[in-house]
C-alpha cells in the first residue's frame, strides 16, 4: 500500500468522506505535470524534480510543492501556496468564499482550514486548483526566489 493511502486510512471517521471529497475534487481539477506524494507528512501534490531539478529552496532532493491536503484534530487544512504571493487569486479566493459559504473564511498565508465537514466549497476549490498550472507556479516561485535572494 502507498503512503498516500494509508495516510487517508488513518483519518478520523469525522473527517474521512469529507478529506476524500476534497482530495477527490483536488485530483479532478489540479493542472497537468503536478505529481501526487507525501511531502512534510501529507499528501502533496509537487512539480517533480524531472521538471524543477532545483528543488524546492534550492534542495535538489526535496521537490516543489503546490498543494497539500491535511485532516487535523479539529479541521482539514488545504495548503496552497500559489495563493500565498498571487494578490488577485487571493483577493477572487476571499471574496468567492464569503458567497457560497456562511462562515468566516479561516485562513494563514497558504492554508485554508475546514473546521466544518458540511461548509466545505467543494466546487470554489476545485475552481481554485485549477487556476494555476504548473508552468506558472514555477515561473511564479522562481520570481519569488530571486527577490528573496537579494
Same mark, same amino acid.
Given at each position: 500500500m502507498d503512503e498516500v493511502q494509508e495516510y487517508i486510512e488513518k483519518i478520523d471517521s469525522k473527517w474521512q468522506e469529507a478529506y476524500q471529497d476534497l482530495a477527490k475534487v483536488i485530483a479532478e481539477n489540479i =493542472?497537468? /505535470? #503536478?505529481? !501526487?506524494? *507525501?511531502? $512534510? /507528512? *501529507? =499528501?502533496?501534490?509537487?512539480? =517533480? !524534480?524531472?521538471? #524543477? =531539478?532545483? /528543488? $524546492? !529552496? /534550492?534542495?535538489k532532493d526535496e521537490p516543489l510543492s503546490f498543494i497539500s491536503v491535511a485532516a487535523q484534530k479539529k479541521h482539514l487544512s488545504l495548503y496552497h501556496m500559489g495563493i500565498m504571493g498571487n494578490k488577485d487569486l487571493l483577493a477572487w479566493f476571499q471574496t468567492e468564499y464569503q458567497k457560497v459559504v456562511p462562515t468566516k473564511l479561516n485562513m494563514g498565508k497558504s492554508c485554508i482550514r475546514f473546521s466544518n465537514p458540511k461548509n466545505i466549497p467543494y466546487e470554489l476549490v476545485g475552481e481554485l486548483v485549477g487556476k494555476i498550472s504548473m508552468e506558472e507556479w514555477v515561473a511564479s516561485y522562481t520570481r519569488f526566489a530571486e527577490k528573496s535572494k537579494k
Open positions: =493542472p497537468e /505535470g #503536478f505529481v !501526487l506524494q *507525501m511531502q $512534510y /507528512g *501529507m =499528501p502533496t501534490y509537487v512539480v =517533480p !524534480l524531472s521538471v #524543477f =531539478p532545483e /528543488g $524546492y !529552496l /534550492g534542495r
